[in-house]
C-alpha cells in the first residue's frame, strides 16, 4: 500500500482528504500541529517551520513509520487577515520551502499542494483578463497570503528543474465548503456583491479530496497547477446573467451555461480526469 504524508491532515480541507486517500486504499500519515478531530492514526504533532521536524515527518518517526511514498502539503494559515501578514509569510513560506526541501533530502517525487484561487486575482477589485478565468494567466497576486502562494508555485519550478523525475501538482482550490455550510447559499443570491470577491465558487471538500488524490495519481512528471472548483456557483441566478450584470465588459472565452463556475476547470477535467460530483443544491 502506498504510503502519502498529508501535512494540515487536521484542518477543513485536510480532514476530508485524509478520509477520501484511506478509502481509496493510501496509508496516510497526518502531519500537523494539532490533532484531527478525526483522530486519524498515525499523527505527528508537528511544526513544519522547524526543517529538522520536516525531514524526520517525512523519513521516518520511530516505530510509527518508515518513509513515504508521496506528499500532500496543505498546512497553512489558509486566508489573508487570519494573522499579521508577516506572520502569515512566516509561516506558510517556511514550512512550504521546509516540506519542499525535505521531500527532496527523502527522495519523494510525487507531491500534491495546496495553492489558491486568490492567484487568479481575487478579491478582483482589479477585474480578470477574461471570464472563465483559468491558467492560462500570470498570477496576480493581492495579499500577502496569495504573495505566498504564488513564490510556492514559482519555487515548485525550480524544485523541479533540479530534479526531473519530481511529478508537483498545485491546486489552485477555491473556496472550501461543507455540507453544513450550505444552508447560508440561498441568501447569497440576494446580494450578488456578497460572494463577488472570487465569481461566486466555492469547492466543495470532498471533490477537493477528489483533485488531491487525481494529483497524486496522474501521470507524468513536472510542475501542473489546476484550477479547483465545483461545477457551479453560489448563485441561483444563472451564471451568463451574472456576467452580464456584473462584467459586462469582459471577454468570455466561451459561452457559459447554466449555473457554471466561472473558475474554469477544463483543464482538471482534461488532463486529471477531474469530474467533481457534489453540488450545495443538493443539500438545501
Ligand atoms: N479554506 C479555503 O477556503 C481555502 C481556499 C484555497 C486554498 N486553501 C488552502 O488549502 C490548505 C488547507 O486549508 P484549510 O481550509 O484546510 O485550512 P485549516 O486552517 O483548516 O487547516 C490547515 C492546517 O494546517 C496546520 N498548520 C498550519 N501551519 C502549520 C505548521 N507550521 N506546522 C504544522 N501544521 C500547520 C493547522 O494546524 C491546520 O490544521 C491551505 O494551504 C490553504 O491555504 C484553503
Redesign the pocket.
Known amino acids: 500500500m502506498a504510503r502519502a504524508a498529508v501535512?494540515?491532515?487536521?484542518?477543513?480541507?485536510?480532514?476530508a482528504v485524509v478520509r477520501h486517500l484511506v478509502e481509496h486504499g493510501w496509508d496516510v500519515v497526518n502531519?500537523?500541529?494539532?490533532p484531527?478531530p478525526d483522530g486519524h492514526d498515525p499523527y505527528s504533532?508537528?511544526?513544519?517551520?522547524?526543517y529538522g521536524?520536516a525531514v524526520e515527518a517525512l523519513t521516518r518517526i520511530d516505530d510509527r513509520y518508515d518513509g513515504v511514498d508521496a506528499l500532500v502539503?496543505?498546512?497553512?494559515?489558509?486566508?489573508p487577515g487570519?494573522q499579521p501578514n508577516s506572520a502569515v509569510f512566516r509561516?506558510?513560506m517556511?514550512?512550504s520551502y521546509n516540506v519542499f526541501a525535505a521531500a527532496r533530502l527523502a527522495g519523494i517525487d510525487n507531491i500534491v499542494?495546496?495553492?489558491?484561487?486568490?492567484v487568479l486575482g481575487l478579491p478582483f477589485e482589479t477585474p480578470p483578463p477574461y471570464l472563465p478565468v483559468d491558467e492560462e494567466y500570470a498570477p496576480r497576486p493581492e495579499s500577502t497570503?496569495s504573495l505566498v502562494?504564488t513564490m510556492e508555485e514559482t519555487m515548485v519550478d525550480q524544485f523541479c528543474r533540479w530534479n526531473p523525475d519530481l511529478k508537483a501538482t498545485g491546486?489552485?482550490?477555491?473556496?472550501?465548503?461543507y455540507p453544513e455550510d450550505y444552508a447560508k447559499f440561498p441568501s447569497f443570491n440576494d446580494d450578488p456583491a456578497l460572494r463577488q470577491w472570487n465569481l461566486w465558487s466555492?469547492?466543495d471538500?470532498r471533490d477537493?479530496a477528489l483533485a488531491v488524490r487525481l494529483g497524486l495519481e496522474r501521470e507524468g512528471t513536472g510542475k501542473e497547477v489546476f484550477v479547483i472548483a465545483s461545477p457551479d456557483t453560489v448563485m441561483t441566478t444563472p451564471t451568463a446573467d451574472l456576467v452580464a450584470a456584473h462584467y459586462p465588459d469582459l471577454e468570455l472565452k466561451r459561452p457559459v451555461s447554466g449555473h457554471e463556475t466561472l473558475l474554469s476547470i477544463d483543464k482538471a477535467r482534461r488532463l486529471l480526469g477531474y469530474d467533481p460530483n457534489h453540488t450545495w443544491r443538493d443539500h438545501v
Open positions: 501535512t494540515g491532515g487536521s484542518g477543513k480541507l485536510g480532514r502531519l500537523d500541529r494539532r484531527s504533532q508537528i511544526d513544519l517551520t522547524d521536524q502539503h496543505l498546512a497553512a494559515i489558509p486566508a487570519l509561516n506558510n517556511l514550512a499542494w495546496a495553492s489558491s484561487e486568490t497570503y502562494k491546486l489552485r482550490f477555491s473556496n472550501v465548503m466555492y469547492i471538500a477537493g
